[in-house]
């Protein structure tokens, strides 16, 4: 498998940037030449981080590396700070995280990678924070993905977290008063939990969903309330609660491969045996 860490001006983050890149390594036995002038195009996972976390964290602890060798997957995994994956214009000279991926970070990729831009062949996942900006690129831009994983999250339901979750709301506050106040950010596409109840009763085709959670994970409250909602819906997604798992790696690592495999995104062979 090839890695890399690319570094480059970012038109939308306003600075340089880092992002890290999973890409197929050649078959063993495979001629470089026939390799690398094949053409051939590659399915592409968005793999987003959590909350303090930057674009090394799958790669150091996860073993994300090795489920995309065994798929000839491309993987790629930016860095957000702590933006849950929104714009956010008064930061600085502006931070725009949300415009940054569709925008800016997308056509690189596909343009400048042996990286398909085929809905069919790109899908999205992430944990934690990075399961809230899935929700938010997977729920505004469905045209965008295939497939999309929120591990360790959920749409939150504002009125419900004021009154169940004050400690969460703190965090939501942030955003609400980023958004310009709580009518623009209910309005707005932070705001998954509705953006999701419209996208259903208008028909959106949506990606292929899957929501896990640990059953000893300090958000999952959050998350039945959310599965409760989405059943009441008629949401069609798969839903996975797996007991004796917190907030941790070991939950992330194993769901993100059940995700891959859900996706129907198949290994299509050994690999290289060394």
């Known amino acids: ?30 001629k470089s030449k026939e390799f690398y002038e094949s053409g051939k195009k590659y399915k ?39 933006t849950n994956y ?39 996942a992430g944990l934690s924070m990075g399961g809230r900006g899935t929700c938010v690129y997977a729920f505004n831009r469905p045209e965008l993905f295939a497939g999309a994983a929120v591990l360790s999250a959920a749409p939150r339901d504002i009125e419900w977290d004021r009154k169940v979750n004050p400690d969460y709301f703190k965090r939501t506050q942030g955003s609400i008063d980023n958004r310009g106040g709580l009518e623009a950010y209910v309005n707005s596409y932070e705001n998954t939990w509705k953006v999701l109840d419209d996208a259903v009763a208008k028909g959106v085709d949506l990606p292929k969903l899957y929501f896990a959670c640990g059953t000893d994970d300090m958000l999952f409250n959050g998350y039945q309330h959310f599965k409760e909602h989405a059943l009441e819906l008629g949401l069609d997604a798969k839903f996975e609660e797996i007991p004796g798992y917190k907030h941790e ?26």
């Open 1 to 30: 498998m090839a890695y890399l860490e690319f570094d480059f001006q970012s038109e939308y983050l306003m600075g340089n940037t880092q992002v890290s890149i999973i890409l197929p390594d050649k078959p063993w036995m495979t």
């Open 44 to 82: 592409v996972l968005w793999l987003l981080h959590g909350t303090f976390g930057d674009h090394t964290d799958w790669i150091r602890k996860s073993n994300i590396e090795l489920y995309a060798c065994e798929r000839d997957l491309i993987v790629v995994m930016p860095s957000a700070l702590n």
């Open 86 to 124: 929104a714009n956010w214009e008064h930061f600085s000279i502006g931070y725009n995280m949300y415009d940054f991926l569709t925008e800016e970070l997308m056509p690189l990729v596909h343009n400048w990678f042996p990286a398909s831009d085929k809905r069919e062949d790109n899908f999205i």
């Open 249 to 274: 790696w070991r939950f992330w690592d194993l769901t993100i491969e059940k995700a891959l495999d859900y996706f129907d995104i198949k290994a299509p062979n050994a690999g290289n045996p060394f």
